[in-house]
């Protein structure tokens, strides 16, 4: 199991499947996959893609996303990034760059489809799951709801797995009109996560 994931790693690292996707975009970027999972790993954040500044830092969550995440979950910042302890895995490895207005372009399905079957089974069993955004709880959750309902059903997913909304600046506002979030998921999830950690 070991030595297949890190084959994988070094193989995802390497990935340049989407070159030409991302040279038409906006951005006109070069793939630059952020790799994020180690054997043994007790928790698995999955997301959507890397934004801008993680494609430049080549840390997953290395932004302001990623200082409100590590606040929800009650982590600090050695811990989130310590690949033993934390899997990061996103449904695309690589930033997808922005569309013509400047918003973010979906996540390639190619990502997914190439990587993820074979990742999930060689990163095996791992406690707790965690899947931030739509894209993540469709995939994983096989959910055809929004994220605010999905979201919602929290207890429907426990204890092995909790959905979360995107802790992006954008949710401020979804936030505000949802104080359940903060009042009743988020102690729950700060409690499973030091259960799964200890």
Known sequence: MTDRLTDLATRLEACRLCADRFAATKTQHTPRPVVWFAPGARLLIAGQAPGLKVHERGRPFDDPSGKRLRSWLGLDEETFWDRSRTAIVPMAFCFPGYDAKGGDLPPPRVCRDTWHDALFEAL??????????????????GVRTGVTETVRGWRDHLPGAIPLPHPSWRNTAWLKRNPWFEDELLPVLRARVREVME
Do not use: P, S
Request: no cysteine; charged share 20%; aromatic share 16%.
């Open 124 to 141: 095996g069993e791992v406690r707790l799951r965690v899947y931030v955004g739509g894209y993540a709880q469709r995939y994983h959750l």
